[in-house]
């Protein structure tokens, strides 16, 4: 933006007597924040009419809110804070540096759009060089990432030497910055204050006092539901200040001088460690919800006449003709100015190229590592794992069960990589580890203790309890993954995994695709999964895999066995992607699929199959608990029909082995796919589709499916094995395909 000076009539000792009730901002800044009030409100004017002549696609406004935005600008440092905004506000981009061309590019859906490379709409802001992380729609659902963000901060300051780059995983490709004070600004409306997410971020910012500055825009309306339905009493305010190490602030985001005083004192409570800042400013919203919404329909003209009182721009003009800062020449010429860029900066954008096609299939996943690829393939080096600080160690050929060997992973990657933490719900061995060290207690270390011993040997602040918020954990983890940390976190059990669905569905798996490489956050999820528990009953016995390889950018391993869990959990967390880590419960400490442990490096290859043993007359496609039911009943069929069996264990569900299925069946001609999950709609029916389609002509029987039925599982033993695929029901479906 260019830069008219202050009215050279008005000395500027005569300014500075009046700093004081300017909050120390300089004539100059206030000069400044007009011209971004006002050119935030212009570029909103100028989208509004490109919508109408159908040349952008979507508008949805900043205005009421510029004084808010210009105030946080100014008071926080680009390029040094953190930034999760929402689309109101564009005054505080441009005030931390994105230009009205940008932002335009964005409205076009450029190629050369900074935010998405036209993938995300207009007013969604993304501007890595300005730590302004890519954002989504779900109102809300940034809060968390925000929270995990100022975590980051927080243990790289405390830990510099985790920030160091490494070659060979993910960190080649995942550079570190961080300052010791920096804040995590988070923005949202009075209507998404009656999210869960916004709950749960207060209430983890405030137990960690972690410096994050949450800005409610309260504009008294969410489309057309007024603040009085959203927010028992009508006022967030009076709701949070129970929150223990916050700062509150409730001012009038009118007036861009209150803004950044607030702002200035909500900072300075941040960075000096003391906790989170609350700042609700009282907003208006003049244009409407967006183009889609004629606000008159639900709120009578004396209320929007109100409203328009308060206008910030025209009020902040005014501000500056009383006191004497600027002229009306001086007004004048910014706004000239500002008419002349926007109107330079929409020709441009106009004639900007659009992406082509073939680009959508760009990062999905990280263009840098490939997880299938050979760089993933390590051979086991059977030795007992280095010893624990307890001098425990296992005789070095002794088979472990797949816990244990998660287990010794977990523990070989937080020792490699500082940058591995581990948060959940029981994960710590003892969060008041006063009584750990008093010899009180051993600790527990997850319900299925998984992660026993970890916080004892890596400390507290690299594996800790969170509180019960599903939520939370996921999206915690999103934040600080994009900062450059690897959180392997866990979901107790897949049953509950759902309060984090829309961080798992529109969060954590389209970081990189959304922002067109700009952002990414590769963390590890494991999840307990699955039934065969007696007695686990319908919510500890789920399945339900297919949901999430459904969703395009997650990886999505579930290992059947000891030796594959540990090769394929190192890749997990060594890897640049996300990776759902499906563990199943009932296999944790099998005695089927024991193995010594495999060293340090010991990796897997993603979208690798197993065959677990070759065969010729039917092939048969599983995974998870399956694979050792399977393989009874092919080792029966063999015995009682000599039918010989090929069973794959795919291991990995996103990728998957095409080609070693394909290869089967060309071999054998006659196929079962069997899972877990319920029957219809399940992870089969896309191979069974697939097949169909490329390998028809290589069938001499219809392909057939083996799974749970279409109920959940019952808790009565009886019941949950007439609902659970069984041995018998795979050898009747085998001995049926292979007499067709
Ligand atoms: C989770 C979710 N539910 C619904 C919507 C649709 N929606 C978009 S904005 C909005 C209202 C938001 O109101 P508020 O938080 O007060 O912000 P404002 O737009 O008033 O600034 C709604 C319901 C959404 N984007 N996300
Ligand atoms: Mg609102």
Known sequence: MGTTKVNPKQGERELKKKAASYQGLT????????????????????????????KIFFQISGAGHEAVGVGAALALKSHYDWFYPYYRDRALC?????????????????????SSGGRQMPSHWSFARLNIVTQSSPTGSQILQAVGCAEAGRYFARRPSAAAKADGDYRQFKDVEFHGDEV???????????????????????????????????????????????????????????????????????????????FRRAAEHCRSGNGPAFVHAHVIRPYSHSLSDDERLYRPETERQRDAARDPVPRMQMFLLREGILDEKGINQIETEVEAEIQSAADRALEAAPPQPESIYNFVYSPDLDPASSAFETPPAFAAPEAAPDGKRPAA???????????????????????VLIFGEDVADCSREEYVKQKLVKGKG??????????????????????????AIVGRATGMATRGLKPVVEIQFFDYIWPAMMQLRDELPLMR?????????????????????????????????????????????????????????????????????LEHKRL?????????????????PFGKAKIVQPGTDVTVITYGAVVPRALQAAQKIEREHRVSVELIDLRCLNPFDWGAIAASVKKTNRVLI??????????????????????????????????????????QPILENAILPQAADLFRAMKELAEF
């Open 513 to 581: 695709w959304r922002s067109n490489n700009a952002f990414s956050s590769p963390i590890v999820l494991r999840v307990a999964i699955g039934g065969y528990l007696t007695g686990g009953a319908i919510y500890h016995s789920q399945c339900g895999e297919s949901i999430f390889t459904h969703i395009p950018g997650l990886r999505v391993v579930f290992p059947s066995n000891a030796l594959d869990a540990a090769g394929l959990l190192r890749t997990a967390i060594r890897c640049d992607d996300p990776v759902l880590f």
């Open 94 to 114: 441009l005030g931390l540096g994105a230009t009205a061309y940008e932002m335009l590019l964005q409205g076009v859906g450029a190629a050369d759009d900074p």
């Open 397 to 419: 050929s002794a088979p472990k069960t797949m816990a244990d060997l998660i287990n010794a992973t977990l523990r070989d990657e937080m020792r490699r990589d500082e940058r």
């Open 184 to 262: 995590t600004y988070v923005s949202l409306g009075d209507g998404t204050t009656s999210e869960g997410e916004f709950w749960e971020a207060l209430n983890a910012a405030s137990g960690r006092r972690l410096p994050v500055i949450f800005c409610v825009q309260d504009n008294e309306y969410a489309i057309s539901v007024p603040v009085e339905v959203q927010t028992a009493g009508g006022n967030i305010s009076r709701l949070v200040t129970g929150f223990p190490n916050f700062h509150f602030e409730e001012i009038d985001g009118t007036d861009p001088v209150v803004a950044y005083a607030a």
């Open 27 to 54: 004539s100059q800044q206030l000069v400044d924040a007009y011209r971004i009030m006002f050119a935030s409100r212009r570029i909103d004017d100028r989208e509004i009419l490109l919508k109408r002549q159908q």
């Open 588 to 604: 944790y400490r099998e005695t089927f699929g024991r193995a010594p442990y495999p060293g340090p490096n010991y990796m897997v």
């Open 446 to 471: 997850g319900v299925f203790k998984l992660t026993a011993g970890l916080q004892n040997e890596f400390g507290a602040d690299r594996v800790f309890n969170t509180p019960l918020a599903e939520a």
């Open 674 to 715: 069997a899972y877990e999950d319920s029957l219809s709609w399940g992870y089969g029916a896309e191979i069974a589709a697939r097949i169909a389609d490329q390998l028809f002509h290589h069938l001499d029987a219809p392909v057939k499916r083996v799974a749970a039925t279409d109920t959940f599982v019952a808790y």
